[in-house]
Nanobody, 116 residues
Framework: QVQLVESGGGLVRTGGSLRLSCAASGRTFSNYPMGWFRQAPGKEREVVAT????????YYADSVKGRFTISRDAAKNTLYLQMNGLKPEDTAVYYC?????????WGQGTQVTVSS
């Protein structure tokens, strides 16, 4: 059974940094793309960043480009999101995602709150 567990969220001031982690278990994830999504109150879930299976190709939403960095450690089966220059509009629940053979798997989410 695939399990994703996010951690690293919290309360930070504008301009601060956080590093999110997503620990994956249940199988080997190194062959599949992974991503971070977020959902703010009253808004739909949106993609933040994605990374391919080898970690060589990344995608960032325009709103986070230049501030966030996605990475993965295959040996640890862990996905990361380094978030710098945080803004109040980054406040949301952040979710880890992996797509395996047409099925999407999600973690429980971790809350990020940025105060102005």
């Amino acid at each position: 059974q695939v399990q994703l567990v996010e951690s690293g969220g919290g309360l930070v001031r504008t301009g601060g940094s956080l590093r999110l982690s997503c620990a994956a278990s249940g199988r080997t994830f190194s062959n599949y793309p992974m991503g971070w999504f977020r959902q703010a109150p009253g808004k739909e879930r949106e993609v933040v960043a994605t990374i391919n299976w080898s970690g060589t190709v990344t995608y960032y939403a325009d709103s986070v480009k230049g501030r966030f960095t996605i990475s993965r450690d295959a040996a640890k089966n862990t996905l990361y999101l380094q978030m710098n220059g945080l803004k109040p509009e980054d406040t949301a629940v952040y979710y880890c995602n992996i797509g395996i053979r047409g099925s999407d798997y999600w973690g429980q989410g971790t809350q990020v709150t940025v105060s102005s």
